[in-house]
Antibody
């Protein structure tokens, strides 16, 4: 079965860049029937979808407008994983971050990474 | 963005009760509505997709209905493991958006 394993730092300083990775087992990041998402959750914002990457003969990305100027989601086919980069962090970016699989419904989730933005 | 509004925000119920949670979209989303529940410290888990289709492995006491803007999740007979927070999510358009959650607590 498909499993997602997240990795990355839990503490990041303001103005710096958050980098998280989601390693895929049981499926391929290049699957032409999947999409790979990043979602975050905080008490103030609830569950917030940040963006996704997917392959349909070529690579596509979609991003939430709220983070569009600061976010990059990249696939890494050599390692069968995908990553999140979020730059210019502020304390408002403090949240639990999840990766997930799903085009329509998100049926597989990573374990979550607690990210705190603080000096 | 499509706004998703759930009601109630919280709900107290007993084991064996029948419970219904509603979700309303700010515009028609046809049947592109999914339901999740989340327990403390865990990731959300998919229960229902496409408004009424039961995800594999999910007990049949969970059911979903609705189309357009109004949707419901029903749990026919609450079990102890069902006490959690429930979320709806639309997959009609980008960005994907979630409801604010309904916390189901033990009475």
């Amino acid at each position: 079965q498909v499993q997602l394993q997240q990795s990355g730092p839990g503490l990041v300083k303001p103005s710096q860049t958050l980098s998280l990775t989601c390693a895929i087992s049981g499926d391929s990041v290049s699957s032409d029937s999947a999409a790979w998402n990043w979602i975050r959750q905080s008490p103030s914002r609830g569950l917030e979808w940040l963006g996704r990457t997917y392959y349909r003969s070529k690579w596509y990305n979609d991003y939430a407008v709220s983070v569009k100027s600061r976010i990059i989601i990249n696939p890494d086919t050599s390692k069968n994983q995908f990553s999140l980069q979020l730059n210019s962090l502020t304390p408002e970016d403090t949240a639990m971050y999840y990766c997930s699989k799903g085009v329509v419904a998100m049926d597989v989730w990573g374990q979550g990474t607690t990210v705190t933005v603080s000096s | 963005d499509i706004q998703m509004t759930q009601s109630p925000s919280s709900l107290s119920a007993s084991v064996g009760d029948r419970v219904t949670i509603t979700c309303r979209a700010s515009q028609s989303i046809s049947g592109y509505l999914n339901w999740y529940h989340q327990k403390p410290g865990k990731a959300p888990k998919l229960l229902i997709y496409a408004a009424s289709s039961l995800q594999s492995g999910v007990p049949s006491r969970f059911s979903g209905s609705g189309s357009g803007t109004d949707f419901t999740l029903t749990i026919s007979s609450l079990q102890p493991e069902d006490f959690a927070t429930y979320y709806c999510q639309q997959s009609y358009s980008i960005p994907r958006t979630f409801g604010q959650g309904t916390k189901l607590e033990i009475k």
